[in-house]
């Protein structure tokens, strides 16, 4: 109780499915009935995000990988190969403009954290889970990469280095999970752990979900 919880309906990096959209409005009904405030804020637009994170991505990845990838590129499949090919095509200048733009959106989030809500709630993922080896997924009617759909909402909090917990809500119409995250301010760990806690108990605690376990 006490705590401020932030919503961004205008944060729409994806598309979600109809599971996804019932796990999010559960959840927020579940925070609310636990006391706690919600409130809707702006974040930093979807399309600058990506444009940061998607260079650092690229470089970071390849940067780990630079001893291995280069003494044994035979045992990467295409796809990852392909991938450590772009980073390393990167320049230095692409790289350090990203970083500047990361460090700018880290600052506008923490002032979000910090003096308009104590939590932030997004989607974990816009979809259930794809098949194993599906290229691309469809949502109302659009069709998209996988990789796209499965990283346009963690983002935020990858680039920015803020805590996030994920938090199963509800099973979608595949009967996969579905869920949320909560995100905090940096050094707030204990804070989103506690809340996700909390709302994990609330909406699908463990006695429900493994029965046997129960017994």
């Given amino acids: 109780r006490g705590l401020r ?17 019932r796990a999010v409005e559960m959840a927020i009904a579940a925070l609310r009935r636990l006391g706690i405030e919600i409130r809707e804020v702006g974040l930093p637009d979807a399309n600058e995000i990506l444009a940061a994170a998607g260079p650092l991505c690229l470089a970071e990845t390849y940067a ?17 190969a392909e991938i450590l090919d ?28 910090l003096d308009e809500v104590d939590l932030l709630l997004l989607p974990t993922l816009p979809i259930e889970a794809p098949p194993i080896g599906a290229d691309t997924v469809v949502v109302e009617g659009r069709s998209d990469l996988v990789m796209n759909a499965l990283s346009s909402y963690a983002m935020l909090a990858n680039l920015t280095r803020v805590p996030a917990a994920a938090v199963p809500v509800a099973l979608g119409a595949d009967g996969l999970p579905t869920g949320v995250q909560l995100l905090a301010a940096q050094g707030r760990d204990a804070l989103a752990l506690r809340a996700a806690h909390q ?13 046997e376990l129960a017994q």
């Fill in 5 to 21: 919880l932030g919503i961004a309906p205008g944060y729409t990096p994806h598309l979600l499915s109809a599971g996804v959209k």
């Fill in 86 to 113: 772009f980073g390393a095509a990167l320049s230095s200048s692409g790289a350090i403009l990203a970083m500047h733009q990361r460090e700018r959106l880290t600052r506008q989030l923490e002032l979000i954290l």
């Fill in 199 to 211: 709302l994990e108990q609330a909406v699908w605690p463990h006695r429900e979900r493994w029965p």
């Fill in 64 to 80: 780990l990988h630079l001893d291995l990838f280069t003494q044994r590129r035979s045992s990467y499949g295409k796809d990852v």
